[in-house]
């Protein structure tokens, strides 16, 4: 994993940012431009600065991209995660091995509680991955995240969490 710079913005468009499949569960829609792939890379970079999001590019052994991974502080001792991988790479445990390695890490920083995701209810991979880590399915959040590519109402989310 390696901080996002400006220049991923092309590879993330072409990647996943366009396609509505992998979009699907995302608290986006698919871009329409590359603009707009820039903007959401600008805002990654600036999250980083202002400390309210830190979001890695998930790349292989030889750095090629294959998504973005990133954690938000809930608290002082809470993190929640996401990742997102390109459809290509799906089924080839990349999503698992860079959110293993992120939660891993966050868990075991002295003052981190929690370690939170969720996901759609419909949205079987993902809940698989968070099994994978370890995290525990606390239930059915009603009504917990806006996912656009589904309904303009929130929707439910499988909760799971990772406590110490």
């Known amino acids: 994993?390696?901080?996002p710079v400006a220049s991923d913005a092309?590879?993330?468009?072409?990647?996943y940012a366009t396609d509505?499949?992998?979009t699907k569960y995302?608290?986006?829609?698919?871009?329409k431009?590359?603009?707009e792939t820039n903007e959401f890379v600008q805002s990654r970079i600036q999250e980083w600065k202002d400390e309210t999001r830190f979001t890695w590019c998930i790349e292989s052994d030889?750095?090629?991209?294959?998504?973005?991974?990133s954690c938000k502080p809930q608290s002082e001792s809470s993190y929640s995660v996401s990742y997102v991988v390109g459809k290509q790479f799906w089924g080839q445990g990349i999503g698992t091995k860079a959110a293993k390695e992120l939660v891993n890490y966050l868990i075991n920083q002295p003052s981190v509680y929690r370690v939170e995701a969720f996901c759609d209810t419909g949205n079987i991979g993902s809940s698989k991955v968070l099994e994978k880590l370890g995290m525990e399915f606390e239930g059915v959040a009603k009504r917990r995240a806006n996912?656009?590519?589904l309904s303009i109402e929130p929707q439910d989310c499988l909760q799971?969490?990772?406590?110490?």
Request: aromatic letters at 8%.
């Open 160 to 164: 799971y969490a990772l406590t110490m």
């Open 20 to 22: 509505s499949d992998v």
């Open 33 to 35: 431009s590359l603009s």
């Open 62 to 69: 030889s750095s090629q991209l294959k998504g973005l991974i």
């Open 1 to 3: 994993m390696r901080l």
């Open 26 to 31: 995302l608290a986006w829609k698919p871009h």
């Open 147 to 149: 996912v656009p590519n």
């Open 10 to 15: 092309e590879l993330i468009y072409e990647l």
